[in-house]
């Protein structure tokens, strides 16, 4: 087979792994915007400052710094926890791809927070007094109140997150994840065709920022269609 079809074919093996990464991260950055946003609203000082306390610390970080912290560290750390609650015979070992999915959903999750907390204050206070005035419970204020309105207002921040993130995505790379960066860089060393690989490479980042950017905004019309009929 031509080199070029056969390191082709193993970079688009990498495509999967930097697709399965993002679908990965996504839910958990989310997760961990959502929390870091209801704790900086929260009445309880501790939450507020705990929560404050991660975003600052996590967007001064480098990304990369982040990686090697959870790549190298964070195992280790587990492992020291678990031998402090009396498991010293269970012992975690993160592969590149689990490291990957913590790291970046931790610095995606400390953006979303703000993202997250900035929809929350933009819903009129007025929408969620007049729903628990009819009766529903603090949980069915959010769920069928807040959270339509906070999602449609944070699709943007959302959007551009995403796009950060399948960026972001090559630099675990540098910790072994067999993924579009790490075997675009492999082929150009055995072709000697730095050019021509590194190309290929950026066309299928491309491709994928392209997509996300039409899901985001299918999204954000959706949900804003849905807010106008409402």
Request: aromatic share 12%.
């Given at each position: ?100 999915v913590i790291a970046l959903g931790v610095v995606q999750g400390a953006f979303a927070t703000e993202v997250f907390r900035a929809a ?93 950017t039409a899901v985001m905004m299918l999204l954000e019309r959706r949900a804003n269609h849905a807010w106008r009929r409402a």
């Open positions: 087979m031509d080199p070029f079809w056969s390191y082709g074919l193993m970079i688009a093996g990498g495509a999967g792994w930097t697709l399965a990464l993002i679908i990965a991260v996504i839910p958990v950055g989310i997760v961990l915007g959502l929390l870091g946003a209801a704790a900086k609203l929260s009445s309880w000082r501790l939450l507020r400052f705990l929560a404050e306390s991660y975003t600052t610390f996590i967007r001064a970080m480098p990304e990369l710094l982040v990686i090697f912290l959870v790549f190298f560290g964070g195992a280790r750390a587990f492992n020291w926890l678990l031998a402090g609650i009396g498991f010293p015979e269970i012992q975690i070992d993160f592969n590149p791809f689990v490291a990957g929350l204050l933009a819903v009129p206070v007025g929408q969620t007094e007049a729903a628990q005035a009819c009766g529903f419970t603090r949980w069915q204020t959010f769920r069928f109140v807040t959270l339509p309105q906070v999602w449609r207002l944070a699709l943007p921040g959302l959007g551009n997150l995403l796009q950060i993130l399948i960026k972001d995505t090559a630099l675990i790379s540098v910790v072994g994840l067999a993924d579009i960066m790490r075997n675009a860089q492999i082929a150009a060393g055995a072709t000697k065709q730095p050019f021509t690989f590194l190309l290929l490479a950026a066309a299928v980042y491309l491709l994928f920022t392209t997509v996300a």
